[in-house]
């Protein structure tokens, strides 16, 4: 009779369990993941969290000089790229980034790199610092292995220097950092914008110079900053809403090649 009597509560007890973890998920767990090479220009890496594998994870690059406590750059990457390593050593290859960096506007000729995740206003470590000097034949490079990470307070927070002030070079025009945007490549081929070899400023597009843009943010005319080059906004296409913006390239396969990227863009007064 006592176990006959028991079972109900047992059930209860079950459901109210149930019920909270329904109620209160758990926090996914911090990202995996690391610098894993560097070079003449480019940072390349991968990072992922193992328990939600759609969760794309946004990187946020750090370079300091050597010896140096403050960053004097920051880029801003989206971990979507395939990498067959990954593939091999996750069984899931999407979950690689690579951003373009010139190192030739930055002062001093060595650097230290520090790669992090931000998950609810934490950083979380991404690997081990990796060094690269200005000049090195050889890259700086290792394997796609899995790593622990940590949090970690940036050194940007610690001293209380915000990145548009640390990324601009010095002696630039004075600018505003208008924050993250997502930046992708376009031609002028039927399929970037329908063959059309006219902006909607009625201005030949030009690479390295010509960007589209949300008109409501950034009027026709408007001169920014992504890494080291100034664009000027002169088109405009159905999908470069909020914060978008497509790079003009001279061809199809150079604006494929960009993908995707995050990068801090700034507005030149």
Known sequence: MKKNCLKPWSFAIISFITMLAMTFPSSAAPARGKVTGV????ISGWA???????????VELHIFRSGKPDPVKYLHVAADQYREDLAAELKDGWHGFSVKVDWSGLEGSDFKIKAYTVK??????????????KGSSKAAKSSAKDTTNSKEKPAAEASA???AESSQPSGSDSSQSLG????SGYCNCDKCSGGSKITYSGKVPQAGHTIAADLTILPLGSRVRIGNTVYTVEDKGSAIQGHKIDI???SHEKARAHGRTS???????
């Not at 070079?39 to 480019?42: A, F, Q, R």
């Not at 939600?52 to 994870?57: A, I, L």
């Open 120 to 133: 609810d206003g934490e950083y979380y470590v991404l690997g081990e610092p990796v060094s690269y000097s």
């Open 263 to 269: 990068q801090e863009v700034f507005l030149l007064r």
């Open 161 to 163: 220097s915000s990145p």
């Open 248 to 250: 003009f390239y001279d």
């Open 39 to 42: 070079d003449s220009g480019s």
């Open 48 to 58: 992922w969290n193992p328990e939600d594998t759609n969760d794309v994870q946004q």
């Open 180 to 183: 993250v945007f997502s930046i």
